[in-house]
């Protein structure tokens, strides 16, 4: 009765211990589950849940039974050997400790291996073939990106494995030594007396030769796993860094390889000698194996060195020339970069008037702003409170009055740094933030600033089309807080005057707090004032994850997210698009970028973030991408395909820059695919140079709307400029195009060897050079204020290029604004520094007595409802006062002449 006693309290401590350390997990598992049921995507947290189940289940029973068993069989051997008697433990207490030794080890070992290796066995059950092979091996590569990764686990896990086997087996044996005396004795002998003889110098010789026996097996087996991590080594030479190029060399194939797959045959020979040896009692023959082993490998690492210097060095350009054309080869097919098309540009540079006509939509989404100066003034006029923040500015592209238009545009989101820390303001009142601000990247007002589109609160929208009737951003690049609605206190919606307007959430985002519920979330976030909050109430509910990046990586930890995601405005909501890419480091062949060395990378998926709901759905964006079609097959229920997304936001996705970059910094040298060229490289590029603000700095690549040579409409482009390596002329225009069926296609121009195209620091020297220009940089130079140079904008025009940059002036204080007040065009030798782009290029290509002026054009055009009137009267009737108030009479007259216009125009509609 008392044992069966002390075992319930044993097993109840168990529980209560086991309850007390994974209390947090049970928490965290409990909430997770519902977060995931919210957001639609239970299945995709059950397949790592399950996974985990089916491989850890039966992995713990299987290994602890290994462990069990081997460490029995440990004991049997020691028992029947040699004559032991019990010393304070029974035969009942040891098998225990050895059970308990085993499943505790099991137990480590399972949930190491759940960690770490259930999504590399379902990539590895569910992996898809490229359909292209290496060139070495004859693998598809496939293998290397989704079973080879595995592979290399599981062996090194096994080399653990056997060596914490050996260390089990000493301890043991010393458990043993300690608790079973080994003596010598007849049977006769009184066995009261047996526990205090001394141990025979005979029984240990026998313990100590059954142990060994032990560890010769557990060596043996070590020995046939090192024969197996040589057959590993051989594919890691696919990324050998020793040659003339990234990949294995002709070393490495013809030196290494071999000796590689000998060392394969000498680690099974130094199996069986250390057998041999072990049984013979020959240490000599016993270690002979691994010093051979050793011998070959430093012989190998000489004959390596030798054949590199005197072999190879000598004649490198023939010797490599096969693994240097697989280099260029898997890089490019690795990064996209098989699929450019190329082509050649005239550069004729024989514009007229007509052609400046003829392009006028890209004229007209000719950048004058730049995104950084547009950042600050978002925030300082259009910030409207402390706490209102624009993190980042974005660049896109909308139909406007029926014209293709390149914009920025910026969330206004709550900077929750800025509001008062108290808990009701932090998680309860401050919960959102409040509409855009959008404005032309082309058109500035007469101050020099950007022409908004969409301003103030509530926005106010001066064209028809893109009017927003959902402005709350409940969820954003700044909403790091969880957030509780639906309570007692009304949120803050957005300041109305000499009060706030306030509201109720009325979308489908977040987890009710009813009965249990807010218990498991007070405990979740640490907070007590969930808790006991008299605003929660049965209705409330709390928004978690509210962070876009967090929001998406917390559903698919396995996509590498960009760090720039922009915001779209369509039927009147907001949503995000944040772009995915799938990654690998396990490319044969092709040359690595970045810290992690990771040689492969696609944009295959293109997530969708409703702002005020926070629906998440991931679009697969490139369907050929054997990495997401593998996804595709492991979470059936997460993505889907393009065709389903609305058109709406399809018409807004981007060809992302950071892709882009990767790929043009690569493109610079595997441009070259004659191996001579590449190997002399003597064709090597760099993205071209240009000074902004008075800093020169390595060109960013650009959005712009513009028209292709061979295409009869604008389209939105992604575009950088190339360089000859430390030379400033151009030498090729790389380009992504965007719209519609034309998505995701890389196009690279290249322009006429026979003559000098200027690049962009040339023509930054020629503004250098213009004594007029030089003269007015000195003056705004002086104290009280100084000039920015802005980008270089490189565009085409039919088959000529010009060049724009723009000038702006800042008075030197905390407050002030850059603002445009020139403009600089050149086009081949010529230069026009005037006051707008449309000044410039009538400076350089004369005026057209037919056509209206385009800033006249674009402004009639602008506003075309009573709305939009009105607000323009509005807004040039605040411009007036304040000009009054600063005693500015001139500006004061050029607005009341330009409201008289505006009411005019009223009174005719």
């Known amino acids: 009765m008392k044992k069966s006693a002390g075992w319930l309290l044993g097993v109840l401590m168990i529980g209560v211990i086991f309850l007390l350390t994974s209390f947090g997990t049970i928490i965290h598992f409990v909430t997770d589950y519902q977060w995931f049921y919210e957001v639609g995507y239970t299945k995709v947290f059950l397949t790592k849940l399950m996974t985990q189940f089916k491989i850890g289940i039966p992995f713990f029973i299987v290994f602890t039974l290994l462990i069990h068993f081997y460490l029995l069989s440990i004991k049997r051997s020691y028992n029947k050997k040699i004559h032991t008697s019990y010393v304070g433990m029974s035969e009942k207490k040891i098998n225990r400790i050895i059970l308990g030794i085993s499943s505790l080890f099991s137990f480590f070992a399972t949930l190491t291996v759940n960690s770490s290796l259930w999504f590399e066995i379902l990539k590895f059950l569910n992996g898809t073939n490229f359909n292209i092979k290496d060139p070495i091996f004859n693998h598809d590569i496939g293998f290397y990106m989704f079973k080879l990764p595995l592979i290399q686990r599981v062996y090194y896990m096994s080399i653990s494995f056997i060596i914490f086997l050996g260390i089990l087996t000493v301890i043991l044996y010393m458990l043993l030594v300690s608790v079973k005396r080994p003596t010598l004795f007849d049977v006769n002998h009184d066995m009261q007396d047996i526990p205090n003889k001394r141990i025979d110098t005979d029984n240990l010789k026998q313990i100590f030769h059954i142990a060994f026996r032990q560890l010769v097996i557990l060596g043996t087996i070590l020995f046939v796993l090192l024969g197996l991590g040589y057959v590993l080594k051989t594919y890691d030479l696919l990324y050998s860094p020793r040659g003339v190029a990234y990949g294995a060399s002709f070393t490495d194939v013809h030196v290494t390889l071999w000796v590689y797959r000998i060392q394969i045959v000498l680690a099974i020979v130094s199996a069986i000698l250390f057998i041999l040896g072990a049984k013979a009692k020959n240490i000599r023959l016993a270690l002979s194996g691994p010093v051979i082993m050793i011998a070959v490998s430093i012989l190998g690492n000489i004959a390596a060195l030798g054949v590199q210097n005197f072999i190879v060095a000598p004649d490198e350009i023939s010797k490599e020339r096969t693994y240097l054309s697989y280099n260029i080869d898997y890089t490019n097919k690795a990064y996209g970069l098989d699929e450019i098309e190329k082509k050649k540009f005239a550069a004729d540079q024989n514009i007229t008037k007509e052609d400046i006509k003829n392009n006028q939509e890209t004229i007209n989404n000719i950048r004058i702003n730049d995104y950084r100066p547009t950042k600050q003034y978002y925030n300082q006029r259009q910030g409207i409170r402390r706490y209102y923040q624009f993190n980042d500015v974005d660049v896109d592209r909308y139909n406007i009055d029926g014209r293709l238009t390149q914009v920025f545009l910026s969330p206004r989101e709550i900077d929750e740094t800025k509001i008062s820390d108290q808990w009701i303001n932090r998680h309860l009142k401050y919960t959102h933030g409040y509409g855009v601000a959008l404005s032309s990247v082309h058109d500035i007002t007469n101050e020099g600033q950007p022409d908004l589109l969409i301003k ?297 060897k026979q003559k000098n195209i200027y690049g962009p620091m040339q023509i930054e020297s020629k503004i250098d050079q213009d004594t007029n220009i030089s003269k007015e940089f000195s003056l705004w130079g002086q104290k009280g204020s100084t000039y920015i140079r802005g980008n270089v904008m490189t565009i085409p025009i039919e088959n000529s290029l010009i060049y724009v940059e723009t000038i702006y002036l800042k008075a030197d204080n905390e407050n002030s604004l850059p603002e445009v007040k020139r403009v600089v065009v050149a086009y081949g030798d010529k230069i026009a520094y005037e006051n707008t782009l449309e000044e410039a290029l009538e400076s350089l290509f004369g005026v057209d007595e037919d056509t209206t002026p385009i800033k006249d054009k674009e402004e009639s055009e602008a506003i075309i409802d009573t709305k939009g009137l009105i607000i323009k009267a509005n807004e040039l009737f605040r411009k007036s006062e304040e000009s009054q108030r600063n005693g500015n009479w001139a500006e004061y007259g050029k607005y009341i002449d330009e409201l008289k216009g505006v009411l005019e125009k009223l009174n005719q509609m």
């Open 456 to 752: 103030d609160i509530p926005p106010q929208s001066l064209v028809k089309d893109l009017q927003i009737k959902r402005p709350e951003i409940y969820f954003g690049e700044l909403t790091n807080n969880y957030v509780i609605t639906n309570t007692k206190e009304k949120e803050f919606d957005y300041p109305k005057g000499d009060r706030n307007a306030e509201t109720f959430y009325e979308g489908t985002a977040g987890i009710s707090l009813k009965g249990l519920n807010k218990i498991l979330y007070a405990i979740k976030e640490g907070s007590f004032k969930i808790l006991i909050s008299g605003n929660i109430t049965q209705d409330s509910k709390i928004l978690l994850y509210r962070n876009i990046e967090e929001r998406a990586r917390k559903i698919a930890p396995f996509i590498y997210y960009d760090d720039d995601p922009y915001l779209v405005i369509e039927n009147g909501k907001l949503s995000w698009i944040l772009d995915g890419y799938t990654l690998s480091d396990n490319y044969p062949y092709a040359k690595p970028f970045g810290e992690d060395n990771t040689n492969y990378i696609r944009n295959s998926v293109k997530v969708v973030i409703d702002a005020y709901n926070g629906d998440v759905t991931y679009y697969i964006s490139d369907p050929k991408d054997p990495v997401i079609q593998t996804m595709a097959k492991i979470f059936p229920n997460l993505f889907v395909s393009m065709d389903k997304m609305p058109e709406e936001i399809k018409s807004h996705i981007r060809y992302p820059q950071a892709l882009f970059d990767i790929q043009a910094d690569v493109y610079k040298t595997y441009h070259m695919d004659d191996i001579n060229v590449f190997y002399q490289q003597e064709d090597l590029w760099d993205i071209a140079h240009e000074i902004y603000d008075r800093e020169k700095q390595q060109m960013e690549s650009n959005y712009s709307i513009m028209k292709l040579p061979e295409e009869e409409k604008e389209e939105f482009l992604l575009t950088i400029p190339y360089t000859p390596k430390n030379k400033p002329n151009l030498t090729a225009l790389l380009m992504a195009r965007n719209d519609g069926e034309n998505y995701g296609k890389l196009m690279i121009y290249t322009m006429p």
